[in-house]
T-cell receptor, first 111, second 115 residues
Framework: TQLLEQSPQFLSIQEGENLTVYCNSS?????LQWYRQEPGEGPVLLVT?????EVKKLKRLTFQFGDARKDSSLHITAAQPGDTGLYLC???????????FGKGTRLHILP | GAVVSQHPSWVICKSGTSVKIECRSL??????MFWYRQFPKQSLMLMAT?????????EQGVEKDKFLINHASLTLSTLTVTSAHPEDSSFYIC???????????FGSGTRLTVV
């Protein structure tokens, strides 16, 4: 069974600070995705990383895929209250063509 | 872009009754649909994978006789929670994948409350 460990599970920081969320696995994934989910809604895709070592930027969010394609990170610069939410990493299991999710990081940015 | 519609968005039912949740791909053909369950403060747990025209594949620990999945067309999959009990109360989310979308599109979820 392929598992994704996500840390931290909870994070509460002041507006303007930087933070990093980690997603780790002992298995190799063909791609990793990051989602953001608001209460009562489905997850919304932020980014997909496919190539080992790949770095993608989405405004103040920087996503990195590990060289071995087993881990990924999400870094937020100068966090804002609007960044508050649940962030989920998810890996694509090529064999079954399905996505499995990490446990998520609940982020709260204090104004 | 690819859009998935999930209905109803919320439902309350009595214990012992059955509830059907629909997941539709509005502008693409979904060869594969996935059903997830999410308990409060937790992540999404994959329940089953369904391919159009064939039986669903259930994850370990998910009762296939309780959670009936039908994927009769390329744009519609349904999840029926049979003989629902309060412990089945959860947020159910579907996801659809098609050969032309290149990604996985999620529905907006269904909040099921069994009383």
């Amino acid at each position: 069974t392929q598992l994704l460990e996500q840390s931290p599970q909870f994070l509460s920081i002041q507006e303007g600070e930087n933070l990093t969320v980690y997603c780790n696995s002992s298995s190799v994934f063909s791609s990793l995705q990051w989602y953001r989910q608001e209460p009562g809604e489905g997850p919304v895709l932020l980014v997909t990383v496919v190539t080992g070592g790949e770095v993608k930027k989405l405004k103040r969010l920087t996503f990195q895929f590990g060289d071995a394609r087993k881990d990924s990170s999400l870094h937020i610069t100068a966090a804002q209250p609007g960044d508050t939410g649940l962030y989920l990493c998810a890996g694509l299991v090529t064999r079954d063509d399905k996505i499995i999710f990490g446990k998520g990081t609940r982020l709260h940015i204090l104004p | 872009g690819a859009v998935v519609s999930q209905h109803p968005s919320w439902v309350i039912c009595k214990s012992g009754t059955s509830v059907k949740i629909e997941c539709r791909s509005l502008d693409f053909q979904a060869t594969t649909m996935f059903w997830y369950r999410q308990f409060p403060k937790q992540s999404l747990m994959l329940m089953a994978t369904s391919n159009e025209g064939s039986k669903a594949t259930y994850e370990q620990g998910v009762e296939k006789d309780k959670f009936l999945i039908n994927h009769a067309s390329l744009t519609l999959s349904t999840l029926t929670v049979t003989s629902a009990h309060p412990e089945d109360s959860s947020f159910y989310i579907c996801s659809a994948h098609g050969p032309l979308t290149g990604g996985y599109t999620f529905g907006s979820g269904t909040r099921l409350t069994v009383v």
